[in-house]
């Protein structure tokens, strides 16, 4: 059992959490849409990442946020059925604006391809 422990352990966790707190970063980032536009330019749609569904995480820190700022203030937490409420709407909004985004970029790619008078250059 003990040939099997490394001595790069804590560095292998120490890589781990670095690489967690930049993705969650970038994903609180995407939330307020500070980005950079030139590390999130794609050449192809389908290389663009889900910023819909990665939003989740962040969005349950917030409802945790929110309930820290209410126990500050004094303020009672909220009930069980208001956080489920909440986090139900949360999907049904992201996943109708997700789905009425997909159709409306398969629409704007289809009269881009269609009709286009000039092709601009990606990264001009």
């Known amino acids: 059992m003990a040939s099997n422990i490394t001595g790069s352990g804590?560095?292998?966790l120490g890589v781990c959490i670095k690489d967690t707190a930049v993705i969650f970063t970038e994903q609180l980032l995407s939330l307020f849409y500070i980005l950079s536009p030139l590390e999130h330019t794609k050449?192809?749609?389908?290389?663009v990442p889900?910023?819909?569904?990665a939003l989740f995480p962040?969005?349950?820190?917030?409802?945790?946020?929110?309930?820290i700022i209410r126990l500050i203030k004094k303020h009672p937490v909220s009930r069980f059925q208001?956080?489920?409420i909440n986090?139900?709407?949360?999907?049904?909004f992201t996943l109708s604006?997700?789905?009425l985004l997909g159709v409306v970029v398969i629409v704007f790619s289809w009269i881009h391809?269609?009709?286009r008078i000039v092709d601009l250059p990606l990264h001009s």
């Open 10 to 12: 804590g560095a292998d």
């Open 43 to 47: 050449d192809n749609a389908n290389d």
């Open 50 to 53: 889900n910023y819909e569904v």
């Open 58 to 67: 962040v969005a349950g820190l917030l409802v945790v946020v929110e309930q």
């Open 82 to 84: 208001d956080l489920i």
């Open 87 to 92: 986090t139900g709407s949360l999907l049904l």
């Open 97 to 99: 604006r997700a789905l």
């Open 113 to 115: 391809n269609n009709f």
